[in-house]
């Protein structure tokens, strides 16, 4: 069980991501958030693998406290049930670019529409030394409104839905 997350993320234009989906690794998620701060939400995983997900915010936003651990789906489907909680779902496509592991995320539902890229690194100075790829449109590691359990409470945020 890892304790930190370093990652950062990007806004996708949804019709300039270069890759063939049909030929990547897919994971199906739907997750939903117990608890917004800290973060506490479930996630299921194609169905198969089912976790909780603890997530602190530390002074910058791309490393962040984790704490993940496997859970029964009846213990799943038992929190999914509250009518408190609120849900997204995205395919997360899989991208072996380079040294980086590319995790192209393709929500559903009420986000219909939002692709972003999430890249994690094993230190922070990689982090800072990594230089996105071309076909991203912008940077949103800083902008909490892009932040899942955000986009599970908000929804889009407006200057997107003006934009695409």
């Known amino acids: 069980m890892k304790d930190t997350e370093i990652e950062r993320k990007f806004l996708l234009d949804i ?27 479930v996630r299921s995983i194609s169905g198969e693998d089912y976790v909780m997900t603890i997530k ?12 993940e651990f496997k859970i029964s789906k009846e213990a799943y489907s038992k929190l999914m049930a509250r009518k408190d909680i609120q849900k997204i779902q995205k395919d ?37 030394r990594f230089v996105a790829p071309s076909w991203v449109i912008k940077e949103v590691t800083e902008d909490e409104r892009y932040r899942n359990n955000s986009l599970a409470r908000n929804n889009l945020p407006l200057e997107f839905t003006r934009r695409y």
């Open 56 to 67: 602190a915010n530390t002074d910058d936003a791309t490393v962040r406290k984790e704490l």
């Open 15 to 41: 019709n300039n991501i270069p890759y063939d989906f049909s030929k990547l690794a897919k994971k199906t998620i739907e997750q939903g958030y117990i608890i917004y701060k800290p973060e506490i939400r």
């Open 92 to 128: 997360r496509y899989l991208v072996n670019e380079g040294n980086n592991k590319y995790e192209i995320d393709i929500f559903d539902g009420d986000l219909k529409g939002l692709a972003c890229l999430e890249v994690e690194f094993p230190s922070k100075e990689e982090a800072d």
